[in-house]
């Protein structure tokens, strides 16, 4: 358990310190009881749970399988993908057993508790229909597995230990993707004083910005009579550069207005923040501090001239992502989403949209340090289903607190500068649906008039009828690259998103012959191309939005499906067992980077070099067959050479939107030996070179970690990628030995990922086999600090080992 207090300092004439706690936030992470099961007691305060599994918080319950094909097993037309025939489904939502209801129970006692102090419950989400309980008594429900909630519990908490019960349930048919199931993110205690500022209760804007000043407007919500408020605000280094007091009220609210001289203004390149602390007195009382991170930005969406930050003009180099992490599931981790974003900076990406729901807390917290612009979606599904047992169910009931929820809790991050309030909801047909629109709008700008809100809109010409697409402060497109130039003439707004773009294909590693572009293309193996050239009917490869981007000014950026492979949705192969993760990943499930990983590189990270060379050259049995090469650089030409032949100069140009952004040698023979390619500059000077080479036998095991120290938290981890080499060092490209995992001293085996989206190998078994040549095993720290030990070891290879280091704090 973990308890943060707010202390503050109080200087008595100069003799006496006292040390005064005005409010604690205890996580409830640890000695949770877990039961998968219908059970009716399990609410009572004395209820019997010593026979419950012991589990941490956050959980995912259904992450350790097993894959089973009944699961999410479905007759079903999938009408977004346009189909018209029902048909059956596997792994729609992973296949692993997430459905069902489960307890969860928590005993827990709030240090230094009074009679009188404000007590609040609050959840990060929970997966789903989460009904909570406090000492035998119900003290609240919510239905949306996404949302953050919380409860007063001042008249329900108890000196002494308190238990705390919550059930929660998922439904089948509820779903498009893997939900994960329990509780997923962070639960916690917020105890305070009657006199305190509300849940959520500060909004930081930065209403005028220029190079000598920003006016910050701090708006905070109070509880309690006859106060007054001081805030303070602190720069990145800690050192303060304003202060203001104020015991003006506006009904229940303080409004101060800090001028903060020569503002450091936040971007995905220049991450700066501020820090605001809040306290609130009663007199001469410190009754609460709340410390609030912000940035000083300015966002602008014109017509013509398109999205601005801090002035100037830039396009979304942006990728959705599920909220899944692959391996480990959809229980949040802090460390996992940290690599997945350092893997999306070096690939020079600026933006994630958190696709279709609200994203996690320490997701956005990340993204505010580290630099991405965030797009917050709300919703999948409004009225209308596209599930059976989807957000439908809700939504008259919840739409509206969601969304308040949503933008309360998320507000004062820099780095949303944009809601979503949908993607692709059949209520595009239809005026009812456009007044949802509008109505949700409308929501959005009450809570929050600083930022514009879209949709993800598919139904694109549905839209330009019916007033929808209109509407929406920015129109966002998913797909329908067709219709952009409609669509800008249509819409009013004088811009168009790519909310969701291309939707591409493939699986690392695996490249299948001939070479040819194809939609909804499926092989025996149900693997997909890694010549990124196979999309779905309704999607398509990179560069044809390459080309929107990079020709049109009134097209705004671009948010790529997706960042990562995540579980379920294994389109093309959405009849085919046992496929149950994603191939539409520009990286794997395990985080690995695929080839495409390298064209938005080559394209995005403008300030290293990209020099990528695809496919691997271990072709045994196609010797003399065309085997096409391609070359993902920044670079504008370059010239390739087979075993010291060269193939001739490849120079991008547009005569194709493939030529335009890939060097492409369609007619070379295979032949085993040295792939070389040497990349010139405009001035045809030789600049860099790339070789791949045929491997030998497998005969060695290679570890490779993404972090060698980490943290003695108890959470933090250490991604190690496992390949295997030949006898000369070269890596094995179609190894698929199986592997075995130790891991001994302060850590623990995590789990193992190969990114084979047809796997049912259990990630958190301590074995896996090699997917094309590689796989990635996490490990995790534990609470005592000192060294970690890895050791993988294979059937006929050299087995290898590793030492990390788990420090203190
Ligand atoms: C989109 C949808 C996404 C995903 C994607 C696959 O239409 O918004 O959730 O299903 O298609 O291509």
Redesign the pocket.
Known sequence: MKYFFNTFLVFFIGIQIVFSQVRTVQELDINWKFQKGENPEAFQQNFDDSKWETVTVPHDWAIYGPFDKEVDKQTVAIV??GEEIASEKTGRTGALPHIGTAWYRNKFSVPQYEKGKKVTLLFEGAMSEPQVYLNGKKVGEWAFGYSYFYFDISEEIKEGENTLAVEVSNKEFAS??YPGAGLYRKVSVIVKNKESINQWGTTITTPIINDEMAKVTVKTEVSGEDTHLVTTIYNAEGIQVAEDKTSTQFGNEFVQNIKVNTPNRWSPENPYLYTAKTQLFVGETLKDVVTTRFGIREIKFEANKGFSLNGEVRKFKGV?LHHDLGPLGTAVNKAALRRQLTILKDMGADAIRS??NMPSLEQLELCDEMGFMFLAESF?EWAVPKVENGYNRFFSAYAEKDVVNLVRATKNHPSIVMWSSG??VPDQWGTAGVKRAKWLQDIFHREDPTRPVTV?M?QVKATMESGFGALLDVPGL??RVHLYEEAYEKFPQGFILGS?TA?TVSSRGIYKFPVVKEKMKQYDDFQSSSYDLEA?S??NVPDEDFVLQDDKPWVIGEFV?TGFDYLG?P?PYDESWPSRS?Y?GINDLAGLPKDRYYLYRSRWNTTDETLHVLPHWNWEGREGETTPVFVYTNYNSAELFVNGKSMGIQEKNNSTPQNRYRLMWMDVKYEPGILKVVAFDDNGKSVAEKEVKTAGKPYQIVLNPDRKVIKADGKDLSYITVSVVDKNGIECPTATNQLKFKVSGNGTYRAACNGDATSLELFHLPTMKLFSGKLVVTVQSNTEFGDVYLKVTGKGLKSASLKLSSIKL
């Open positions: 977004q993908n498009r993707w959705c696709s279709h999948d993607n692709e993800g598919d998913n797909y969701e939707s779905c309704w999607s499906w949705e389109t994603s539409f």
